[in-house]
């Protein structure tokens, strides 16, 4: 057993980390908000680079790694707030030739779905299968979402689709993907709490002097830390689905993940004080982010019921 | 990042059952809380049964009588040991948790190889002096004083919350061997003989009404300054290395046997009749059973980066200060929701085992759990360790 990082994956955070800040810095991300949250120039250079094709193997022509890595990418898109379809893209990798593919779970005949006016295509999960819907079949009319990153459009009437797959397995790399995606968010919104904590005074000194502020960013880490074990090991499992139970592990990441995220986002607006509350300051855009990714596959009571049937 | 184990690490793992399950049934019933000749008895006979077997100090150097192997098999080995309900490491837990890792990193040969092996072979029990009356939290401003005289430190002062001290022959001891200098630079590491001439050991009551722990007078005790670990002056970073041990794996088995206890009251939440369903169909209650699981999975998956850094660097890594602040609180919620379930059952605290009416210990772990944001240094100070060091925070003075 090894459970740190190994030089290769430490490696591809790094190089996926600078891929961020040299292409998706904050004003860039911010800007997406107009284009629907997809710019085709930037997505191509996620694709370019192998973010979708990840667990493709090699001789499929993708990169042939598994879901430790991918979990360790996503991290990182997550904490550079990247917007766009990314968890339904990678999963329709190898499955659909689109480039932008949406994800949702088929409830009944309408829908919402996320960043509806830049998909190919839309995935649908049901208890059948996977199902394509092309883009030019969905009409949809926009909603005002919680996330101005996560463009939200109304779909009346989900159409059947042409199936594309089995859905095993689907729901719950869905979910990993997402908890991944707040990971990062959690500790983005950490990272951004603790430098304004070093550099705002008030009584004349810095406010992460004061133990109210230096200890909500203890717990902000912890909570952060202890979200990313239960992560990697949800990858580790999904990687060796012998080694224990996967659905345990993926909803036990899926719940801490979303609490670390929600968690840190609120406490990095009050870190902020009045200019956390404000549109300027990014502490909303972790937060809402955060909220948007939640409600997605499985609600947090159905996964903590979903562990509970285990114990 | 794998959380495999190597062929050879399971074949560890099946010897050990095997030998667990041949050895647990002969043990007997465990002593009564208060008799400490018999806990004493129970404890070390357990430490010489594991010596003899092979499994004592798993990861220690086997020059000294440890088994020599990876802090994996160690983990593996409280894994095992918890599960299949083997004795807790008890009154042992100072040696074989702290003490010993240290004297293995910073002893001379000498000291190693007198106390080493004694440990392993369940032959010493070990406390831990390093609090005082005014150092606490503030630990590096303690203030019993030794004397150099001759070959001899002379030792005078007052210990306090001394875990075991009642019972132990030898105590790792923090004392101030130069006045003048700044706080931390005047504090030598020293092990104290428990029987010198001048040593008073008082049992103080805890709020579980038993006496875990112990006020120590130290009054002109002449300890050999060959006893000394490390330099004189520099126990405050001997004593850091101590403390990377006790918040850093320490916290392994008791974290297995939440989670065993975790399972006995998903069990018992299946028992309790209420209004004609259980209190297992209130969801609320279910649901934060499936929480609490999710969280004890997170923590056992953090303890397994922790032991990984262990076992690349030597040292437990700073995620021990994150998993004793955010453990103490789980525990607590866990405790909180016994008491929910039981309802009036939670007026009574169990002897001996318990039942479903009681919930076996849950009554008492209530009251145990109150010393887990406390000992081994408070949550408060955990948060600021946090803050300072890793996330680099201003200090506070
Ligand atoms: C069950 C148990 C077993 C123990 N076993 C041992 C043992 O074997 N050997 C040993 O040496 N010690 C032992 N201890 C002692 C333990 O390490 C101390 O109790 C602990 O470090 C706190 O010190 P204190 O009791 O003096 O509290 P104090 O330091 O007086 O703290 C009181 C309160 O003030 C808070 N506080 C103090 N300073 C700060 C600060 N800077 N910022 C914010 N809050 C602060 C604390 O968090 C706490 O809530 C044990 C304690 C317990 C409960």
Known sequence: MDFELTDDQVALCDGIRDLCQGRFDIDTVRGLADCGGVDRQLWGELVDTGVFSLVVPEEDGGVGLGWAEAGLVFEQLGRALVPGPLVGTLLAAGVTDDAVVGLIERTDGSALVEYPDVLDALLVLDGDGVWRVDAAELSFELAQSVDPLTPVGRVAELPQGEEVGGCYGWVNRAVFLCSALQVGLATGARELAVAYAQERQQFGKPIGQFQAVKHKCADMYSREEVARAALYYASCVLDAPELADEDRAVSGARILAAEAADHNGKDCVQVHGGMGFTWEIDAHLYLKRAWALTPCFGSLDEHAERIAAMV | ?397
């Open chain 2, 1 to 397: 990042m794998d959380i495999r184990f190597s062929a050879e690490e399971i074949a560890f793992r099946d010897e050990l059952r095997d030998w667990l399950g041949e050895v647990l049934p002969t043990l007997g019933d465990p002593p009564d809380r208060d008799d400490w000749t018999a806990r004493r008895e129970w404890d070390m006979g357990w430490q010489r049964k594991l010596y003899d077997a092979g499994y004592a100090g798993i990861n220690w150097p086997s020059e000294f009588g440890g088994r020599g192997s990876t802090p994996t098999e160690h983990l593996i080995f409280l894994e095992e040991t918890t599960r299949m309900g083997a004795p807790y490491v008890g009154m042992n837990f100072v040696a074989q948790l702290h003490a010993g890792p240290t004297l293995i990193l910073e002893a001379t040969a000498e000291q190693q190889a007198r106390h080493l092996p004694a440990m392993l072979k369940g032959e010493e029990v070990w406390c831990q002096g390093f609090s005082e009356p005014n150092a606490g939290s503030d630990l590096a401003s303690l203030s019993t004083r030794a004397i150099r005289d001759g070959d001899h430190y002379v030792v005078t002062g007052q210990k306090i919350w001394t875990s075991f001290g009642h019972v132990a022959d030898y105590c790792e001891l923090l004392v101030r061997t130069d006045q003048e200098a700044p706080k931390h630079r005047g504090i030598t590491w020293l092990i104290c003989p428990m029987d010198l001439p001048g040593i008073e050991v008082r049992p103080i009551t805890t709020v579980a009404g038993s006496s875990e722990f112990c006020e120590v007078f130290f009054d002109e005790v002449r300890i050999p300054v060959e006893n000394r670990v490390g330099d004189e002056n520099d126990g405050w970073r001997v004593a850091m290395v101590t403390f990377s041990f006790e918040r850093g794996t320490a916290f392994i088995s008791e974290l297995l046997g939440t989670m065993n206890q975790l399972a006995e009251m998903a069990e018992l939440a299946r028992g309790i009749r209420r209004n004609g369903s259980t209190a297992w169909d209130d969801d609320e209650i279910r649901r934060e059973i499936g929480h609490l699981q999710a969280e004890y999975d997170a923590l056992w998956a953090l303890t397994k980066r922790v032991v990984s850094q262990a076992q690349r660097t030597g040292m437990p890594g700073p995620g021990g200060s994150v998993f004793k602040l955010y453990y103490a609180e789980v525990k607590k919620r866990m405790a909180d929701l016994a008491h929910r379930m039981l309802e009036r059952g939670a007026l009574v605290l169990a002897e001996g085992g318990g039942d479903e009416q009681t919930g076996g210990d849950m009554v008492a772990s209530r009251l145990y759990v109150l010393s887990l944001s406390i000992a081994a240094g408070t949550s408060e100070i955990q948060r600021n360790i946090i803050g300072e060091r890793i996330l680099g925070l201003p200090k506070e003075r």
